[in-house]
């Protein structure tokens, strides 16, 4: 089992380009967290995702940013007109069922932004 | 509202000290506790979680219902224990479903 998959690890763009971050979860789960690192602050929530369904997006900037976990496919974290804001890191986290509970739940090892 | 709270950034002691990081939590029903720990620009890997009641690298930590706190605590701290530490905890949202939330995560060092 190949773990929760990130891609790009590393990504630059220029202000105003569009940074697409995908998550490919662990081979069985069907339900996509998104997070945000920014330097020297801890982890925020940005938006949970089952098949087709965006369940929560509770954490997501209310514009720029969306997400989708489509049928088939990776789930992408898309941040179109960046700003040198946006540099963190991206956390995508992956679990088999509704509950989550610690040891259920897996994270990435991320992708890192920079805008610059 | 769904809150964790690290109420220290840093956190710097000398090896063999003992370590406490703290962590409060708002109450809203009953949610699982949890300490996730962040080597250098690794994932987030899980140290403990408060059902299992174990202890981890010598790591424990006590739910205080009452004082709505999860502190992370380890007698002898060893510099390889340096990294950063996130509290989090499991709240639902819709019913069956469930999403962590993490505090703002301790920088802990342990100086030689």
């Known amino acids: 089992n190949a773990g929760v998959m990130q891609n790009p690890r590393h990504l630059v763009r220029r202000r105003g380009q569009e940074a697409r971050l995908r998550c490919s979860p662990m081979k069985g789960h069907s339900h996509v967290y998104w997070y945000r690192q920014l330097p020297e602050e801890g982890l925020k929530f940005m938006v949970y995702?089952?098949?087709?369904?965006?369940?929560?997006e509770s954490g997501m900037p209310k514009e720029r940013f969306s997400a989708e976990f489509p049928k088939e496919g990776p789930s992408i974290l898309r941040i179109q007109q960046v700003v040198r804001g946006d540099s963190a890191a991206y956390f995508c986290a992956s679990s088999t069922g509704a509950r989550v509970s610690g040891n259920t739940i897996y994270f990435g090892e991320g992708s890192w932004l920079t805008v610059v | 509202a769904q809150r964790v709270t690290q109420p220290e950034k840093l956190l710097s002691v000398f090896k063999g000290a003992p370590v406490e990081l703290k962590c409060n939590y708002s109450?809203?029903?009953?949610?699982?506790l949890f300490w996730y720990v962040q080597y250098s620009r690794q994932r987030l890997q899980l140290l403990l979680r408060h059902i299992s009641r174990e202890s981890i690298k010598g790591f424990t930590a006590d739910l205080n219902k009452g004082e709505t706190s999860f502190h992370l605590k380890k007698p002898f701290a060893q510099e390889e224990d340096s990294a950063m530490y996130y509290c989090?905890?499991?709240?639902?949202?819709?019913?069956?479903?469930?999403?962590?939330?993490f505090g703002q995560g301790t920088r802990l060092t342990i100086n030689p």
């Open positions: 109450y809203s029903g009953s949610p699982e």
């Open positions: 989090a905890a499991s709240y639902v949202i819709i019913q069956g479903a469930q999403k962590l939330v």
């Open positions: 995702l089952q098949k087709e369904n965006i369940i929560d």
